[in-house]
């Protein structure tokens, strides 16, 4: 069965880091990249960052670029987002997304995980 | 770069048909066939409906349709059913590499 699986969220103050992961299960073993989206309370969804299929390239969106990282491990089945420099705009429900291309579409999500921050 | 413009709802009976437009640039839906479309109900997990500007994803029923004219896309839901009231979201690939997401659409059945 086809799954993504998010953990590592929780509660933070602003200014500190949180890394979250996303493990997948039950895909083939052709690479594939992965993006985090986030949806802040009462808000709507906002595209976070993108790894690409070979790893090799990482991309961000402006109001995280500089602050999160997107990685994954060398089973190419773990990706991560290193989140530092915390601010309270950040507190969302974080999902992560699979693309089987570039930037393309996200079939599969995970159920999200959620990151409070805050003092 | 501003994230595409979609109407914040849009409402239809039972059988009727409603279209969502989303609203870009020539940067983003007017450079990328990489448009794509998402259902999403609150606290579930967003829903792929619609991608490259006109497939639909696995499951969705001939009943959602897509596309695209210049800098915007459209979702048309034919035959509403109560199940279909939802949100949904466009997004684009732009040049700058990134993806930029709608505002979000509350369809009301």
């Known amino acids: 069965q086809v799954r993504l699986v998010e953990s590592g969220g929780g509660v933070v103050q602003p200014g500190r880091s949180l890394r979250l992961s996303c493990a997948a299960s039950?895909?083939?073993?052709?690479?594939?990249?992965m993006h985090w989206v986030r949806q802040a309370p009462g808000k709507g969804l906002e595209w976070v960052a993108f790894?690409?299929?070979?790893?090799?390239?990482?991309f961000y969106a402006a109001s995280v670029r500089g602050r999160f990282t997107i990685s994954r491990d060398r089973s190419k089945k773990n990706f991560f987002l290193q989140m530092l420099s915390l601010r309270a705009e950040d507190t969302a429900i974080y999902f992560c997304?699979?693309?089987?291309?570039?930037?393309?579409?996200?079939?599969?999500w995970g159920q999200g995980t959620t990151v409070t921050v805050s003092s | 770069q501003s994230a595409l413009t979609q109407p914040p709802s849009a409402s239809g009976s039972p059988g009727q048909s409603v279209t969502i437009s989303c609203t870009g640039s020539?940067?983003?839906?007017?450079?990328?066939?990489?448009v794509s479309w998402y259902q999403h109900l609150p606290g579930k997990v967003p829903k792929l409906v619609i991608y490259?500007?006109?497939k639909r994803a696995a499951g969705v029923p001939d009943r959602f349709s897509a596309s695209k004219s210049g800098t915007t896309a459209s979702l048309t839901v034919a035959g509403l059913r109560p199940e279909d009231e939802a949100d949904y979201y466009c997004?684009?690939?732009?040049?700058?590499?990134?993806?930029?997401f709608g505002g979000g659409t509350k369809l009301t059945v």
């Open positions: 020539r940067s983003d839906i007017g450079y990328s066939n990489q």
């Open positions: 790894i690409s299929p070979d790893g090799t390239k990482s």
């Open positions: 997004t684009s690939y732009a040049d700058t590499n990134i993806l930029i």
């Open positions: 490259e500007v006109t």
């Open positions: 997304g699979k693309d089987d291309s570039f930037f393309n579409a996200m079939a599969v």
């Open positions: 039950g895909f083939s073993y052709r690479d594939f990249g």
